[in-house]
């Protein structure tokens, strides 16, 4: 970070004026799309955010949201809202996840690494496991990342190696899972075909099975610990592929929710528990479903659930997962170096800041949203407000979420006139839109434009700016389509419902009492992303935002 408070100091923008209140409203998985019965955001009452739309055309606008946007390799990769928090505010586009992955697998610089020279030691005398989400979907992992990976490690002296799979279907279709189990069975047997003792251990569905989030339910964790580390399981097979098969049709669980099995050779004996002498590498690049995983294996003083057994092994992440918490300590690829974000030159220049979400979205609004960083940058200028999550119950259940409770805390932030810019997240259109249950993301979208209504309302009494966007599309389309946009139907006649993020663009709209004006957004930037939103943020908070930021999307005309 800058040494001082001096190399933040921002010029003044020449014709806006500064300590206006802005309300800064990230709405999560919001984005624009035909209107059609699966697009949530359509079918539900959204008065508030529907009046932007329908409102004067040069307060509101579409913005890029994924792929090169947001620094992914593609424009088939979608956004998510790690690397649309990032964005939104660094103002600049960096390198994702997958990207810095690909660079330093493509160059072998990551076999060079010291994270990779770290667990190499355990290679003579041990196995070497890799633990992760099974699929192409890209979002949380890819699966010829895996492959290479798998092969890099055999060329570089691992004997023995075991794969403890996560089946996903939820960022690619359910029931795709065997398809990726049967690639990956097919790269292990040239392993084994070279003399590596290469074979998948165990698995289990991804929301069932080790990548909880945000601490909300340690068990999920606890049972990929159990299966990968300890060897146990309710079920045992000797095939995973069959395992797959098998569970999918007796327990009836979609991918997602697969329970943990073991893989066993003929004596029942299961062929991969974690021991000591071994090393560890989790090949997520996205850090949020890894963090749990990653403290229990690293952290010697842990006591969330009851380990049984703590190996001393080698772990290394893909990436660090956790740049405050320095976690895990040892990883195969650096992250992006994020500085200079726009919440740190906002209070160099004395913008008193507040930024509030529920559990599930606090850390995007504010360790995200300020360069993977933890904590504040000037607790005199700062207040971060975290409201918890509901908890044991699946977010379709309750899709109201703290939406209302978001909105609350923010306009009494606002009222308060204690800090220059109030910025939220309200979470509803994702974390609902993720359940696939397309009348509970219905209620949802509701929820979050009546939160939007009591945050503008504020905004009027205190003759503030509104700015109001999102990091990503979700709820906006609910099924998969084919070539030609229609829904995709399953082998049974059933539309097959989207759960994922989507490659749409999302809106953002300003507004309010305080905007200068003449103030609109410019026509000159087409392809403006998220990356544009922090610079158009700080002028409208009266500066001009560092020339090497994305560009602004506002110009003040002088009619």
């Not at 659930?305 to 740049?323: C, E, H, N, S, T």
């Not at 699946?394 to 609350?408: T, Y």
């Amino acid at each position: 970070m800058g040494s001082s408070g001096l190399s933040f100091k921002l010029a003044d923008h020449p014709k806006l004026p500064k300590d206006k209140i802005l309300a800064l409203v990230v709405l999560d998985g919001w984005g624009e799309a035909n209107p059609d019965k699966y697009n949530c955001i359509h079918v539900a009452e959204t008065p508030t955010m529907d009046s932007l739309k329908q409102g004067a055309p040069e307060k509101w606008r579409l913005i890029r949201a994924h792929g090169t946007a947001v620094g992914l390799p593609s424009e088939d990769d979608m956004g998510n809202s790690e690397v649309g928090h990032n964005a939104l505010g660094a103002g600049r586009i960096y390198a994702q996840g997958a990207k810095l992955v690909d660079k330093a697998l493509a160059s072998s610089k990551l076999f060079d690494g010291d994270g990779f020279n770290y667990i190499k030691d355990s290679f003579e005398t041990g196995t070497l496991h890799f633990i992760g989400l099974l699929s192409d979907g890209g979002v949380h992992s890819r699966l010829d990342q895996l492959q290479l990976l798998l092969t890099g490690s055999a060329d570089r002296g691992a004997k023995k190696i075991r794969v403890h799979i996560l089946t996903d279907g939820r960022d690619v279709l359910d029931g795709s899972s065997v398809g990726f189990v049967e690639t990956l069975e097919n790269h292990l047997t040239q392993l084994r075909q070279k003399g590596i003792d290469a074979q998948i251990a165990s698995g289990g569905g991804r929301m069932y099975v080790t990548m909880d989030r945000y601490e909300n339910d340690w068990e999920v964790v606890k049972r990929g610990w159990d299966a990968q580390v300890l060897g146990e399981a309710p079920y045992k097979f000797r095939s995973a592929v069959d395992a797959v098969k098998k569970l999918r049709e007796d327990t009836k669980a979609n991918d997602q929710y697969l329970p943990p099995f073991v893989i066993v050779d003929d004596n029942e004996k299961a062929v991969g528990p974690i021991v000591d002498g071994d090393a560890v590498v989790t090949f997520n690049f996205r850090a949020d479903r890894m963090t749990m995983l990653a403290k229990a294996l690293e952290y010697e003083n842990f006591d969330n659930f009851d380990r049984v057994r703590y190996p001393k092994i080698r772990y290394a992440g893909m990436l660090q997962y956790d740049g405050e918490l320095k976690l895990p300590n040892h990883y195969l690829v650096s992250p992006p170096e994020i500085e200079r974000t726009s919440g740190e030159y906002l209070v160099h220049n004395g913008v008193r800041t507040f930024a509030c979400s529920e559990t599930v979205k606090f850390g995007h609004v504010t360790f995200f949203w300020n360069g993977n960083r933890s904590g504040y940058f000037n607790s005199e200028m700062e207040e971060y407000v975290e409201i918890p999550s509901d908890s044991g119950i699946s977010f379709n259940v309750q899709p109201l979420m703290k939406a209302l409770e978001i909105g609350e805390k923010a306009r009494d932030a606002i009222l308060s006139r204690k800090f220059h810019q109030v910025r939220v997240n309200i979470p509803n259109g994702d974390m609902v839109g993720h359940t696939g249950d397309v009348e509970a993301t219905v209620v949802a979208c509701k929820a979050a434009d009546e939160a939007v209504k009591m945050i503008f309302d504020a905004i009027e009494q205190v003759g503030g700016i509104y700015v109001v966007t999102a990091d990503h599309g979700n709820a906006e389309d609910m099924v998969k389509r084919d070539k030609k946009g229609q829904p995709q139907l399953d082998k049974n006649g059933n539309v097959q419902i989207l759960t994922s993020h989507t490659l749409q663009p999302v809106p953002i709209a300003i507004g309010g009492p305080g905007l200068a004006p003449g103030v609109r957004f410019r026509k000159d930037v087409p392809d403006g992303g998220l990356a544009n939103v922090a610079a158009t943020v700080i002028n409208l908070h009266g500066y001009e935002a560092p020339g090497d930021y994305e560009p602004t999307l506002i110009e003040v005309a002088d009619d």
